[in-house]
C-alpha cells in the first residue's frame, strides 16, 4: 500500500498540463521598467501626492485597501503632511 506522500507528484510536472499556455522554460519574464520619456508631465496636487503614498505603504505591508477604505484614505490625505507622516509612521 502506498503512503499519502508517495503519491504526489511535484506541482512543476503537472502545470503544463493543466495550464495550456505554460512554457516550457522555467524563466522568469518580468515586466520592463517605466520609460521616463512616456511619463505625462502633470503635476500630482498634495492630497494626491499623500493618497497615493499611503495606499503604496498599505500595499508594501501586506494591508490591501478594501473599496470601503478609499474614503478613510482620502480622509486622511486631506489632512496635511504632518497627519500622513504620522500614519506612515504607524503603518511602517
Not at 510536472?13 to 520619456?37: K, N
Not at 505603504?57 to 480622509?75: E, M, S
Amino acid at each position: 500500500m502506498n503512503a499519502y506522500g508517495d503519491t504526489l507528484v511535484p506541482a512543476k510536472d503537472v502545470w503544463s498540463i493543466c495550464d495550456p499556455y505554460a512554457r516550457e522554460d522555467d524563466g522568469d519574464y518580468p515586466l520592463p521598467p517605466p520609460d521616463p520619456a512616456q511619463r505625462l508631465d502633470i503635476p500630482l496636487r498634495p492630497d494626491d501626492r499623500r493618497r497615493l503614498d499611503l495606499y503604496a505603504a498599505l500595499t508594501i505591508r501586506g494591508v490591501a485597501p478594501l473599496p470601503g477604505d478609499q474614503d478613510a484614505v482620502a480622509a486622511i490625505s486631506s489632512l496635511g503632511d504632518a497627519v500622513t507622516a504620522a500614519v506612515l509612521r504607524w503603518v511602517a
